[in-house]
């Protein structure tokens, strides 16, 4: 009997010495991730001037992975950004992003707000160019620190490209078929419609009529709200994907091509319930 009750003894310590250094293990491990993607990260500095005047003060600064999309331009597209920073008030900045290419550019609005989204008229704005005017790419290693010094590039943005060979999704954002203004149409190239869009267009016109401007041809699958931002919709936003009962459908778009009547219909959000989990799916994150 003695020797029964040493052998459970025995068992129930090896126990305690398992969890115990299984918990060890796993705390030892989970803070190596965390210590390795702190490491993996970059800090990046800098001041951002407008041509010949003033800061880039109160504006917003984008970062683009080259890995993840094409090289913004403007002019023709809107390429939803993958890092998005404030600038001071003496247009400094301060961002930390992952190992890795990017593109880099900033926006400062006329009208004082900081819209995230295409810039519009007249507002302050660049894409950082090389010698050759091309886009600048920034080659960001792993727990590096870098100082870009002062950049005075940004100009007043002439406006989108309205010339012919110009590729787009053309259509009407309605609410009970009315239209909706101020909406914006998010375009995905993947029908899973998850995580940061990869296109957007401007603001949806008071008539309703929106364009929403892509880099090439292909199989685009859109989606109207009213906010550029993630998460689930708020009680009273509006939302909708082009598609039937909710359900995306491809639009095909060619090069230099614009493909015409794409109307989205959206409904008002009721607020919190069964209805949000079903939409969940086609709420983007953060853009």
Known sequence: MIIYDNIIKGVMNMKKVVFIFSVLFISIFTLSGVFAQEQSKCRITGTLMIKDSGSMGG?????????????????KYWRVPDEIADLNEKGEFTIELPAGKYYMGAIKRISGKKDVGPPVKGDFFFISSDEKGD?????????????????????????????????????????????????????????????????????VAKDGRYILRVPEGGSYYLMARDLYGGGPPGEGSIMGVYGKEKTPTAVRVYTGESAKGININVIKFPGRGPREEGMKRFTPDKP
Not at 60 to 74: A, K, M, S, W
């Open 135 to 203: 886009p600048k790419v920034y080659q960001i290693k792993p727990g590096e620190e870098i100082n870009i010094g002062t950049l005075s590039e940004a100009t007043p943005f002439e406006g989108w490209a309205m010339k012919d060979g110009l590729t787009a999704i053309e259509g009407s954002v309605l609410l009970n078929e009315e239209p909706v203004e101020g909406a914006l149409v998010f375009g995905y190239t993947s029908p899973r419609m998850f995580g940061k869009p990869d296109f957007v267009s401007d603001k």
């Open 59 to 75: 504006g917003l600064i984008h970062f683009f992975n080259v890995e993840t999309g094409p090289i913004p331009n403007p002019a």
